[in-house]
């Protein structure tokens, strides 16, 4: 089996801020390894249809 590249993934950041985190700004290493969900995503899998996007 070939091995796979590692892809280096940017840091998130946007005006918005982060949801729920009592006001701390969350790294990428501080989400290694847990689900996380984009806001768009919890919209449209909570109310049946999507509205964000491009």
């Not at 796979?4 to 290694?32: C, M, Q, Y």
């Not at 390894?33 to 996007?53: M, N, P, Q, S």
């Given at each position: ?46 109310t ?7």
């Amino acid at each position: 089996m070939a091995s796979r590249a590692r892809v280096r993934a940017p840091e998130l950041i946007g005006k918005g801020g982060w949801l729920n985190t009592g006001n701390k700004d969350l790294t990428l290493s501080d989400l290694r390894g847990r689900i996380v969900v984009g806001r768009d995503a919890y919209l449209a899998a909570v109310t049946g249809r999507w509205e964000g996007g491009a």
